[in-house]
């Protein structure tokens, strides 16, 4: 009995180990899936501070507020920003854009792997109003 006991710390360990890592990979494989539908290369989630590039992108919002995404507290603000235009980009709600903010591995992979549709951002020239000699 008492071996038995002994035995199950390392056990629960590597259960909790292995889901750890079985949650990651399908993390990643969701995020990948993401960026192709918003034409950005999947593999992209692979690699560091490029990853974040791509975020931006998919949001439809200016390359460098990457660099917001790098600094401390200022971080979080710019999160919420890029998450309420990720939303919009995949025509959700705004229920889904706090799921983006506090489970953000759950839901990239919701939008990754579901039938949701990416909706680029318009051109500035189709918000401009016709001109008057057109």
Do not use: C
Not at 35 to 64: C, H, M, S, T
Not at 75 to 89: F, G, H, P, T
Not at 112 to 124: C, E, H, K, N, Q
Request: proline share 8%; hydrophobic share 55%.
């Amino acid at each position: 009995m008492e071996d038995l006991i002994h035995l199950v710390g390392p056990l629960a360990v590597l259960f909790f180990l292995l889901l750890g890592l079985a949650f990651t990979v399908f993390s990643i494989m969701g995020i990948w899936k993401m960026f192709e539908k918003a034409d950005q290369p999947g593999w992209g989630i692979l690699v560091p501070i490029y990853n974040l590039i791509l975020i931006v992108r998919v949001a439809g919002l200016p390359e460098w507020m990457f660099l917001l995404l790098l600094i401390p507290v200022v971080n979080i603000v710019a999160m919420i920003i890029v998450s309420l235009e990720i939303r919009k980009r995949f025509s959700k709600g705004v229920g889904f854009t706090i799921g983006l903010i506090f489970l953000p591995a759950l839901f990239y992979t919701m939008l990754g792997f579901g039938s949701d549709v990416y909706l680029p951002r318009p051109a500035a020239s189709e918000h401009a109003p016709p001109r008057p000699d057109q």
